[in-house]
């Protein structure tokens, strides 16, 4: 009996031209990546189930796929990069320099219901600043996220930031103790409306109307203008306690770096809203939307976190970073048209036209390769018209052919396939000039 080929719910298979298309993604963000000094680590996707259980939010732990191996061990897969990442410090610590900067880019197993540009099973690319608690780490963070969209072209984007010692601090101010409860209904104002927030902070929190007003109002403080028109505005929050007064200091701070690159006009805005990440960012947080599709979500996010091994040492190791959100930026930036989709890296598809001519064809295509022009060899015979269809189908820009005759004399033939001319009884350095010069 015949199993039926189908793909689990909530997991993707990715066909060449869409893999191509992510590779060629993540071998430009790789290049931000280690132009700012970042280097690479790999962790497992499997872990003992007590590094990862009780780490993450609740909702996190519920999606958690958790198991028994064939060695009565109790694992898990990882739902994130980041637990891995505090484990592999944490053992490791002695192996490293600190501060210590990496990315790591792997899949991820989380049971949710899958959506747009999200499922199951999916790519994550962590890049982390560890072992600084220095504004200009924070700073590099947003730089890199500024660099990868500009590297990428995905139009104009904007990084929200914030601050959890803003969250904290007017919480603080309004006298409210269940601070993350508050702050998950509040980052609902999309989702819900304002008169929704208004009445699920008063059944669930048991706020009054006046407290409930003034929390909107002042997680509602947006940035409009330059930073010292914002800061000059805000600048009476720092009379309300000391929380409030140290994270717009250190907003403060990092703004005046930010000020100093060259950066897209209003890429970077303080939003008092973002809420992001409430069980362990500590300080600077954000996020960064497209603007010509904001509807998709943050594609990539991040923070600062204070307490990184606090699971595995007594050691503090404070540290910041972020997560591009590959598959749902691939999503994206394939809705706006700006993903090319290919099915082959090679440019050159070579043609023998019998057995006789096939070592000679081999030959051409390893000198070619060698000379750093991907070269395809065709391993049939079939008639010329079936292997134009296949090179069309695969958009190669030329097609190599060698015949009897060509064979006889080293020589081939070189289709160009966007304009039909072809070039007959050519040499090898006129080939490889041909395709060099392209």
Do not use: W
């Given at each position: 009996?015949?199993?039926?080929?189908?793909?689990?719910?909530g997991?993707?298979?990715?066909?060449?031209?869409?893999?191509?298309?992510?590779?060629?993604?993540?071998?430009?963000?790789?290049?931000?990546?280690?132009?700012?000094?970042?280097?690479?680590?790999?962790?497992?996707?499997?872990e003992?189930?007590?590094?990862?259980?009780?780490?993450?939010?609740?909702?996190?732990?519920?999606?958690?796929y958790?198991?028994?191996?064939?060695?009565?061990?109790?694992?898990?897969?990882?739902?994130?990069?980041?637990?891995?990442?505090?484990?592999?410090?944490?053992?490791?610590?002695?192996?490293?320099?600190?501060?210590?900067?990496?990315?790591?880019?792997?899949?991820?197993?989380?049971?949710?219901?899958?959506?747009?540009?999200r499922?199951?099973?999916?790519?994550?690319?962590?890049?982390?600043?560890?072992?600084?608690?220095?504004?200009?780490?924070?700073?590099?963070?947003?730089?890199?996220?500024?660099?990868?969209m500009?590297?990428?072209?995905?139009?104009?984007?904007?990084?929200?930031?914030?601050?959890?010692?803003?969250?904290?601090?007017?919480?603080?101010?309004?006298?409210?103790?269940?601070?993350?409860?508050?702050?998950?209904?509040?980052?609902?104002?999309?989702?819900?409306?304002?008169?929704?927030?208004?009445?699920?902070?008063?059944?669930?929190?048991?706020l009054?109307?006046?407290i409930?007003?003034?929390?909107?109002?002042?997680v509602?403080?947006?940035?409009?203008?330059?930073?010292?028109?914002?800061?000059a505005?805000?600048?009476?929050l720092?009379t309300?306690?000391?929380?409030?007064?140290?994270?717009?200091?250190?907003?403060?701070?990092?703004?005046?770096i930010?000020?100093?690159?060259d950066?897209?006009?209003?890429?970077?805005?303080?939003?008092?809203?973002?809420?992001?990440?409430?069980?362990?960012?500590?300080?600077?947080?954000?996020?960064?939307?497209?603007?010509?599709?904001?509807?998709?979500?943050?594609?990539?996010?991040?923070?600062?976190?204070?307490h990184?091994?606090?699971?595995?040492?007594?050691?503090?190791?404070?540290?910041?970073?972020?997560?591009?959100?590959?598959?749902?930026?691939?999503?994206g930036?394939?809705?706006?048209?700006?993903?090319?989709?290919?099915?082959?890296?090679?440019r050159?598809?070579?043609?023998?036209?019998?057995?006789?001519?096939?070592?000679?064809?081999?030959?051409?295509a390893?000198?070619?390769?060698?000379?750093?022009?991907?070269?395809?060899?065709?391993?049939?015979?079939?008639?010329?018209?079936?292997?134009?269809?296949y090179?069309?189908?695969?958009?190669?820009?030329?097609?190599?052919?060698?015949?009897?005759?060509?064979?006889?004399?080293?020589?081939?033939?070189?289709?160009?396939?966007?304009?039909?001319?072809?070039?007959?009884?050519?040499?090898?350095?006129?080939?490889?000039?041909?395709?060099?010069?392209?």
């Amino acid at each position: 009996m015949l199993v039926q080929a189908r793909t689990l719910s909530g997991f993707k298979d990715r066909l060449p031209q869409e893999a191509i298309a992510k590779h060629e993604l993540l071998q430009k963000i790789i290049t931000v990546f280690e132009s700012f000094g970042f280097v690479p680590i790999e962790t497992p996707h499997l872990e003992y189930a007590d590094v990862l259980i009780k780490q993450g939010s609740e909702e996190i732990q519920k999606e958690l796929y958790a198991f028994r191996d064939h060695g009565g061990r109790d694992v898990a897969l990882r739902f994130d990069l980041t637990v891995p990442l505090a484990r592999f410090v944490s053992q490791h610590r002695h192996s490293l320099p600190m501060p210590f900067k990496r990315y790591a880019i792997g899949n991820v197993f989380r049971g949710e219901r899958a959506q747009r540009g999200r499922y199951r099973e999916f790519t994550q690319c962590d890049f982390d600043f560890i072992g600084s608690k220095s504004i200009a780490s924070d700073s590099e963070i947003i730089q890199i996220i500024a660099s990868i969209m500009q590297k990428l072209e995905v139009g104009a984007f904007q990084i929200s930031i914030n601050h959890r010692g803003i969250l904290n601090g007017i919480c603080e101010y309004l006298g409210i103790e269940r601070v993350n409860d508050a702050l998950r209904i509040i980052d609902k104002l999309d989702k819900i409306g304002k008169e929704g927030v208004m009445e699920e902070l008063q059944s669930t929190l048991g706020l009054s109307t006046q407290i409930n007003q003034t929390l909107l109002e002042l997680v509602g403080i947006r940035q409009e203008g330059e930073f010292e028109e914002f800061f000059a505005s805000i600048a009476h929050l720092k009379t309300y306690n000391q929380t409030l007064n140290q994270a717009i200091t250190e907003l403060e701070e990092l703004a005046s770096i930010l000020q100093a690159l060259d950066l897209p006009k209003k890429s970077c805005v303080i939003n008092f809203s973002i809420a992001r990440g409430l069980g362990y960012y500590t300080g600077i947080i954000y996020e960064t939307t497209l603007l010509e599709i904001p509807s998709l979500g943050s594609v990539c996010s991040g923070g600062r976190y204070d307490h990184l091994t606090q699971t595995f040492s007594h050691e503090e190791l404070s540290g910041v970073g972020a997560s591009v959100g590959l598959d749902r930026l691939l999503a994206g930036l394939e809705e706006l048209g700006k993903i090319q989709k290919c099915q082959t890296k090679a440019r050159l598809l070579c043609i023998a036209m019998s057995k006789d001519q096939m070592p000679f064809v081999q030959k051409i295509a390893q000198n070619l390769r060698s000379d750093g022009i991907y070269t395809e060899v065709y391993p049939d015979f079939l008639k010329l018209g079936k292997i134009f269809s296949y090179a069309d189908s695969k958009n190669f820009s030329y097609v190599l052919i060698v015949g009897e005759d060509e064979a006889r004399q080293e020589k081939m033939s070189l289709k160009n396939m966007h304009t039909g001319e072809q070039l007959k009884m050519l040499s090898y350095p006129e080939v490889a000039k041909i395709l060099g010069d392209q």
